[in-house]
């Protein structure tokens, strides 16, 4: 009875600290910013921070990833996003799937919160290794992120460059 309670003891000060934690960085780690933007954020609250950016289904860390301009990738990447904001149709059954995040690349979010979408590859046989990768909303996801290397990498695409 004396190990439980010692061992009940540990466990509620190591999650009192986490009690009543709210979002607590300025903005998502990987908006757009000075290089590689904030790294390591955390989020408490799903769906908020307190730049007021929407950040749902959002909640765990992640190191910074770089931002690439959409104007810097192949230009199918521009295709791939204009079907995404208009739904479709694309080109390929697995476009508009539920990307996982296995690799832990981008931040955790909850199920469902990222979808994979087919950038043409020019030659290539099959879907290649290009994909673009939204996070949000199906048609107007908050964050979009480019894979040239079937996810072994990632940018943070700033659609306005």
Known sequence: MRIFRNALALTALAILPLAGTTATATAH????????????????????????????????????????????????????????????????????TV??????LLPSATSGYYREYTVKTPGSPDRGARRLVGGGRA????????????????CEVDEQA
């Open 139 to 154: 048609t107007s996801p908050a964050y979009v992120y480019y894979t040239s290397d079937h996810y072994a990498s990632f």
């Open 99 to 104: 990307f996982q995040n296995r690799e832990g």
């Open 29 to 96: 780690p990987l908006s757009p910013g000075p290089s590689y933007g904030v790294a390591n954020a955390s989020y408490g609250v799903p769906g908020t921070s307190s730049s007021g950016a929407s950040s749902y289904g959002v909640l765990g860390e992640v190191d910074a990833l770089p931002t690439c301009a959409l104007s810097s990738l192949p230009r199918e990447a521009s295709h791939t996003l204009e079907l995404i904001h208009s739904g479709g149709p694309f080109p390929y059954d697995r476009d508009g």
